[in-house]
């Protein structure tokens, strides 16, 4: 699967963007599907996670409330929806695709696309 990741971009602190990955392919449904993020410095982070058919998700407590993740599998898209910006939050965000369907653990993940800055100014 090959995937590319939309939406980026510069916002205030306390504003909204919404990242979207499209995947190639016919067996976009077959893998969970998830966003990392990483920091100057830093390792990459899972931040949220989905599961094949959209209906389990996975957050991490500092995104939690603030952030969600949704797919469309006839679109072949997932979707990243992140509010209440802070200027914590400012990464490089990664789509990935993990073909085992577990969409809660990094390891997982296997199929990235190319990452998106995301700076959220204070």
């Known amino acids: 699967v090959q995937l590319q990741a939309f939406g980026g971009g510069l916002v205030q602190a306390g504003g909204s963007l919404r990242l979207s990955c499209a995947a190639s392919?016919?067996?976009?449904?077959?893998?969970?599907m998830g966003w990392f993020r990483q920091a100057p410095g830093k390792e990459r982070d899972l931040v949220v996670g989905?599961?094949?058919?959209?209906?389990?998700?996975y957050y991490v407590d500092s995104v939690k409330g603030r952030f969600t993740i949704s797919r469309d599998n006839a679109k072949n898209t997932v979707y990243l929806q992140m509010s209440s910006l802070k200027p914590e939050d400012t990464a490089v965000y990664y789509c990935?695709?993990?073909?085992?369907?577990?969409?809660?653990?990094?390891?997982?993940?296997?199929?990235w696309g190319q990452g998106t800055q995301v700076t959220v100014s204070s």
């Open positions: 990935a695709a993990d073909p085992s369907g577990s969409y809660h653990a990094a390891h997982g993940y296997g199929y």
């Open positions: 989905i599961s094949r058919s959209g209906r389990s998700t």
């Open positions: 392919g016919r067996t976009f449904s077959t893998y969970a």
